[in-house]
Nanobody
Framework: QVQLMESGGGLVQPGGSLRLSCAAS????????MSWYRQAPGKEREFVAA????????NYADSVKGRFTISRDNAKKTQYLQMNSLEPADTAVYYC???????????WGQGTQVTVSS
């Protein structure tokens, strides 16, 4: 059974930082493209960042470029999202997604709440 468990969310002031983690189990982690999505109240879920099966290829939404950094540790079966210079517009539930390139299988975590407010 595949499980993706996000952690690290919370309340932070504007300009602050948070580091999200997503621990995976039940899958061959190194074969999966990993990504982060977020969903703010009343809005659709949107792409935030993705990292390829090797750590060399990353992609970011324009809204987070230069502020967020995605990374992964295949030995620990964990991906991370370092979020700096947080803004109120970053407030959302952040979701971890694992995608298997060969057949399009996708797995989602339950999400972790990030609130940026003074």
């Amino acid at each position: 059974q595949v499980q993706l468990m996000e952690s690290g969310g919370g309340l932070v002031q504007p300009g602050g930082s948070l580091r999200l983690s997503c621990a995976a189990s039940g899958l061959n982690f190194s074969y999966y493209v990993m990504s982060w999505y977020r969903q703010a109240p009343g809005k659709e879920r949107e792409f935030v960042a993705a990292i390829g099966t090797s750590t060399r290829i990353t992609n970011y939404a324009d809204s987070v470029k230069g502020r967020f950094t995605i990374s992964r540790d295949n030995a620990k079966k964990t991906q991370y999202l370092q979020m700096n210079s947080l803004e109120p517009a970053d407030t959302a539930v952040y979701y971890c997604k694992a995608s298997f390139p060969r057949d399009g299988r996708e797995h989602w975590g339950q999400g972790t709440q990030v609130t940026v407010s003074s």
